[in-house]
Each structure stands twice: as structure tokens, then as C-alpha cells.
């Protein structure tokens, strides 16, 4: 523990030596430097006070995530700054053993001073995160896009040729601030055209009352012909918060899944109903969650339970490693997974059908929208919702259509 605790003292100390250079090379007025010394300490102290006061049998609150976004404000920019001077001084240490073996330069003129240009492209490249964050807390979080993704299927069924799924996932409701955002996402949920509604997970970040301010928004979602589901995801246990006893979390529990009935959703619970159309049906199948280093209580045998192959089946699971690590190789074939969970980590650059990049796809295989594997799919979601940092950058929240065609597999 003091060891962690040193070499991240140490850490910040190199981040703020280094990006320190950048502004002492360009500003020569003493106070200008002294005062922004006296800020970055205070902001330090202040952010690490914060963290401290964290109360585990409270969990997030609002102030965390203030920190949290204050930390990611202040550090991103500094981490450009630092990893920019870092390698000028890596080229002044090489120039400066160059001049003294090939020009046996005096010691005074060894190493090159720092250069202005050099620190003004940093402050420029730093400027990008800074602002970025800003947006992403102010805008960027109740940002929401309408993602729409046709699936072709070789063998769905003829009735459900056309059939049109909306997806959201990821509420954590205990994050909002803006009720006039939350209607407004309610608003576009109602003006998609689908069949089903299919909730994918984590309705509050950890305690059940979250959602109590919310529940009247989210019961405006409108009826479906063919249904209203929803699935668990790990932040619905809640698991990261200490509780004084084990019947108080049983009761958050229990609490937790009715709030999904009483937003007009059935909460399905390793479980599966066959959706029926004219003369035909599709199977759709719900798991509590599964996730490779999360909370595993999704039982696929269970949930599948008097299931055919041939059945057409659409699996909600909240986690993607889930598809990664046992839906995609199971006998019993599933068609198509819907899941959530990764937010795509809420910062990143995404341009819809050209580009994506997050820091999401070093712990997720699969971490934002469509992918296929043997002509089975699953669809991630980028989530509805936001934790931790109170924003979005570049991976903006989503309302997913997913609409089911008959015919050759496209990816």
C-alpha cells in the first residue's frame, strides 16, 4: 500500500514537473508562474482529499463524479504536456552527447535550451483533451444518437422479416442531473417505428432509490406489440458498495428488479419466451449477467432451457465477454446477442461507418456496435447512461434500431 502510494506520488510529481516546463518556457512573468504553481498544488490536494472521503457504503455520489471529472480535466491536458517536453528533453539529452563526443562543446553549451515552438505545440495538442472534456461534460452526455442497423439472417423467419428491435442499455439513473435531457431521450425512444423495446442492464448505478426521480420519465416509454424486456447488468447486484448487512443489500436487490416492472418492463431472469408472429416465432432469451471479470450469475444453459438449434434466438446478455467466451461457441446457435456494459468508455473518436477508436477496445473484444462471427452477431451498445466521468467524448449515448432482414449473412 505506502509503495502504491509512492510511486503514484511520484508520478504526479514527473507530470507536473514536465508539464510545468511548457508554461515556464513561454511565460516569463513570475507571478503568472507562481500563481499557476499555487493552483495546480490546491487542485492536487483537493482531489486527492476527495477521493479519500469516499464512502464505500455510500458509493458514487455526485461529488465523486465532480472529482472525477475534475481529476480527468486538469490530467489529461498535463499527461499531453508531459509526454511532449518529455521527448524534447530526450532529444536534448542525444544532442547534447552528440555536441560534446563530435564537438567537444564547453559543458555550458552542451545541452540545447528548450524551445519555444515545442511548448506552444504542446499547449496546442493539450488544448484538444481540455476542451474535449469540457464539451463531454457540459453537451456531450445528453448527446444522444439514434443508431440504426439492419441484420441479415438466412433462416429468420418469414413473418419477421423487417422486424424492428430498439435497444437501450445502461441507464445508471443515479447520474442524471437534467430532467429535460431525460424527457428528451424518452421522446426519441418513442419516435422509432420497432416492434420491441429490449432494456440490456445496470437501470441505477448501485442502490434501487437512484431511480425513484426517474420513474415517472421512463414509464412514458410507449407500449410494444410485441413486448417490453429487460436484463440485469452488474451495477443492478449492487456489489461495489459496502452494506451494514446482508438482508439491507437483499432488499436493494429485490427492489432493484421491481423497478424494472414498474417502467412497464418484464425482467427476464435466465429465462426465455417465444415471441410469436402470424405463423411463425422467434425465440428471445434473457440471462442475468455474465461477465469475464465481473459478477457471473448468467446461466445460458438455464435461460435456454427446452430451446431447439433451429430456433431463431436473440439473446440479451448485458456483458460482451459473455459472447466472447460462451455464447458464440454454444450448440444451441444463437442468432443474435444485444448486450451493453462498456459505454465504449465514454471518451473516444468515432466516425459512424469509417472509424472508432476507444480505450474500450484494449479490454473488449467486442465494445461498440455491430460484429459477427460465423454468422452470429452481437450488438453493443454505447449505453444510454454515464458513470464515473459525468460526460461523453466522441462516444456519444445511444438509442439502438435494430431491424431483421431474411437473406444472406452482411455484416
Same mark, same amino acid.
Given at each position: 500500500?505506502?509503495?502504491?502510494?509512492?510511486?503514484?506520488c511520484?508520478?504526479?510529481?514527473?507530470?507536473?514537473?514536465?508539464?510545468?516546463?511548457?508554461?515556464?518556457?513561454?511565460?516569463?512573468?513570475?507571478?503568472?508562474?507562481?500563481?499557476?504553481?499555487?493552483?495546480?498544488?490546491?487542485?492536487?490536494?483537493?482531489?486527492?482529499?476527495?477521493?479519500?472521503?469516499?464512502?464505500?457504503?455510500?458509493?458514487?455520489?455526485?461529488?465523486?463524479?465532480?472529482?472525477?471529472?475534475?481529476?480527468?480535466?486538469?490530467?489529461?491536458?498535463?499527461?499531453?504536456?508531459?509526454?511532449?517536453?518529455?521527448?524534447?528533453?530526450?532529444?536534448?539529452?542525444?544532442?547534447?552527447?552528440?555536441n560534446?563526443?563530435?564537438?567537444?562543446?564547453?559543458?555550458?553549451?552542451?545541452?540545447?535550451?528548450?524551445?519555444?515552438?515545442?511548448?506552444?505545440?504542446?499547449?496546442?495538442?493539450?488544448?484538444?483533451p481540455?476542451?474535449?472534456?469540457?464539451?463531454?461534460?457540459?453537451?456531450?452526455?445528453?448527446?444522444?444518437?439514434?443508431?440504426?442497423?439492419?441484420?441479415?439472417?438466412?433462416?429468420?423467419?418469414?413473418?419477421?422479416?423487417?422486424?424492428?428491435?430498439?435497444?437501450?442499455?445502461?441507464?445508471?439513473?443515479?447520474?442524471?442531473?437534467?430532467?429535460?435531457?431525460?424527457?428528451?431521450?424518452?421522446?426519441?425512444?418513442?419516435?422509432?417505428?420497432?416492434?420491441?423495446?429490449l432494456?440490456?442492464?445496470?437501470?441505477?448505478?448501485?442502490?434501487?432509490?437512484?431511480? @425513484?426521480?426517474w420513474?415517472?420519465?421512463?414509464?412514458?416509454?410507449?407500449?410494444?406489440?410485441?413486448?417490453?424486456?429487460?436484463?440485469?447488468?452488474?451495477?443492478?447486484?449492487?456489489?461495489?458498495?459496502?452494506?451494514?448487512?446482508?438482508?439491507?443489500?437483499?432488499?436493494?436487490?429485490?427492489?432493484?428488479?421491481?423497478?424494472?416492472?414498474?417502467?412497464?418492463?418484464?425482467?427476464?431472469?435466465?429465462?426465455?419466451?417465444y415471441?410469436?408472429?402470424?405463423?411463425?416465432?422467434?425465440?428471445?432469451?434473457?440471462?442475468?449477467?455474465?461477465?469475464?471479470n465481473?459478477?457471473?450469475?448468467?446461466?445460458?444453459k438455464?435461460?435456454?432451457?427446452?430451446?431447439?438449434?433451429?430456433?431463431?434466438?436473440?439473446?440479451?446478455? @448485458?456483458?460482451?465477454?459473455?459472447?466472447?467466451?460462451?455464447?458464440?461457441?454454444?450448440?444451441?446457435?444463437?442468432?443474435?446477442?444485444l448486450?451493453?456494459?462498456?459505454?465504449?468508455?465514454?471518451?473516444?473518436?468515432?466516425?459512424?461507418?469509417?472509424?472508432?477508436?476507444?480505450?474500450?477496445?484494449?479490454?473488449?473484444?467486442?465494445?461498440?456496435?455491430?460484429?459477427?462471427?460465423?454468422?452470429?452477431?452481437?450488438?453493443?451498445?454505447?449505453?444510454?447512461?454515464?458513470?464515473?466521468?459525468p460526460?461523453?467524448?466522441?462516444?456519444?449515448?445511444?438509442?439502438?434500431?435494430?431491424?431483421?432482414?431474411?437473406?444472406?449473412?452482411?455484416?
Amino acid at each position: 500500500m505506502i509503495l502504491r502510494f509512492v510511486i503514484l506520488c511520484a508520478l504526479f510529481l514527473f507530470i507536473e514537473f514536465y508539464s510545468y516546463q511548457a508554461f515556464r518556457t513561454l511565460i516569463k512573468l513570475r507571478w503568472v508562474l507562481i500563481s499557476y504553481q499555487i493552483i495546480s498544488v490546491l487542485l492536487l490536494v483537493f482531489i486527492i482529499y476527495s477521493f479519500t472521503q469516499f464512502d464505500r457504503s455510500v458509493g458514487q455520489t455526485k461529488q465523486t463524479m465532480f472529482t472525477m471529472g475534475l481529476m480527468l480535466l486538469v490530467y489529461v491536458p498535463k499527461i499531453v504536456l508531459t509526454l511532449v517536453m518529455f521527448g524534447e528533453d530526450i532529444f536534448r539529452i542525444g544532442a547534447s552527447i552528440l555536441n560534446y563526443c563530435m564537438y567537444n562543446a564547453p559543458r555550458k553549451e552542451m545541452m540545447p535550451d528548450r524551445r519555444k515552438f515545442v511548448s506552444q505545440i504542446a499547449l496546442g495538442l493539450a488544448a484538444v483533451p481540455f476542451l474535449s472534456l469540457i464539451y463531454g461534460i457540459f453537451e456531450g452526455k445528453y448527446n444522444f444518437k439514434v443508431f440504426k442497423q439492419t441484420i441479415f439472417f438466412p433462416d429468420l423467419p418469414d413473418e419477421f422479416d423487417g422486424f424492428k428491435i430498439t435497444q437501450i442499455s445502461d441507464v445508471h439513473s443515479g447520474s442524471f442531473d437534467n430532467p429535460d435531457k431525460i424527457n428528451y431521450a424518452i421522446d426519441l425512444i418513442n419516435e422509432q417505428e420497432s416492434d420491441m423495446i429490449l432494456f440490456t442492464g445496470d437501470i441505477v448505478n448501485t442502490h434501487a432509490k437512484e431511480m @425513484h426521480p426517474w420513474l415517472e420519465t421512463f414509464s412514458r416509454i410507449k407500449d410494444y406489440k410485441y413486448g417490453k424486456y429487460a436484463v440485469l447488468g452488474n451495477h443492478d447486484y449492487g456489489e461495489y458498495v459496502t452494506w451494514p448487512s446482508e438482508k439491507e443489500k437483499d432488499e436493494n436487490f429485490a427492489e432493484i428488479k421491481n423497478l424494472y416492472g414498474k417502467i412497464g418492463f418484464d425482467l427476464m431472469l435466465n429465462e426465455n419466451k417465444y415471441i410469436q408472429k402470424g405463423a411463425d416465432k422467434i425465440a428471445l432469451v434473457g440471462v442475468e449477467n455474465w461477465g469475464q471479470n465481473f459478477k457471473k450469475a448468467g446461466d445460458l444453459k438455464k435461460a435456454s432451457q427446452g430451446l431447439q438449434e433451429t430456433d431463431f434466438k436473440v439473446l440479451m446478455s @448485458h456483458d460482451p465477454s459473455h459472447w466472447e467466451y460462451e455464447v458464440k461457441k454454444d450448440p444451441k446457435n444463437f442468432h443474435l446477442t444485444l448486450s451493453g456494459h462498456t459505454h465504449g468508455m465514454q471518451f473516444g473518436i468515432e466516425i459512424p461507418g469509417y472509424f472508432k477508436w476507444s480505450l474500450a477496445q484494449y479490454i473488449y473484444k467486442q465494445w461498440a456496435g455491430l460484429y459477427e462471427e460465423a454468422g452470429r452477431y452481437v450488438y453493443v451498445n454505447r449505453g444510454f447512461g454515464f458513470h464515473a466521468y459525468p460526460g461523453r467524448v466522441g462516444i456519444m449515448p445511444e438509442i439502438t434500431v435494430i431491424e431483421l432482414k431474411k437473406g444472406k449473412n452482411v455484416a
